[in-house]
């Protein structure tokens, strides 16, 4: 490589680090309620229905998760738990996930909006959920991997 090529190379890496820098702070914003779509409507993989807690769910060929609630979904908070393997079975976290919940049933009246999922130690995922009316309940969780949704999943539930 000669020295033009190299300079020319190092300008390059130094604008996709800035441009890399630029987007992170919007990764840890959680949106408002009841704003502009996102997640399920943005594009990306459709969104599948997810099996009942505790079952595998896999995300393409190399992840799986589980998600799991703290205690059976009634009125009030409950955590909504995900924890992301490698398919070895080995627990990861380089995943964001976020979770959007709603009444299907009378959309737009509890949007919690997108909200992203907290990682604890271990390295779960953990979402509150707030419950505030009895009937029929779902969590839309987006998965991305460096900005780029990788799954899409809807859980459902009644309280
Ligand atoms: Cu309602």
Aim: aromatic letters at 6%.
């Amino acid at each position: 490589m000669n020295r033009t090529a190299r300079i020319l190379a190092a300008l390059a890496l130094a604008a996709v680090t800035a441009a890399a820098a630029a987007a992170q702070p919007a990764r840890s914003c959680c949106s408002s309620p009841g704003l502009a779509p996102s997640g399920p409507q943005a594009g990306g993989p459709e969104v599948k229905d997810l099996p009942k807690a505790g079952k595998k769910c896999s995300i393409g060929e190399v992840n799986y998760f589980v998600y799991d609630f703290d205690r059976t979904p009634k009125m009030g908070t409950v955590i909504l738990k995900i924890q992301v393997f490698d398919k070895d079975g080995k627990q990861v976290s380089d995943l964001d996930i976020t979770g959007r919940s709603d009444m299907p049933s009378m959309r737009g009246a509890h949007d919690s909006g997108e909200v992203a999922f907290k990682l604890n130690k271990k390295g779960d995922y953990l979402l509150p959920v707030n419950i505030v009316m009895p009937g029929d309940w779902e969590v839309l969780v987006t998965f991305s991997r460096t900005k780029i949704v990788v799954f899409r999943g809807r859980i459902a539930f009644g309280v």
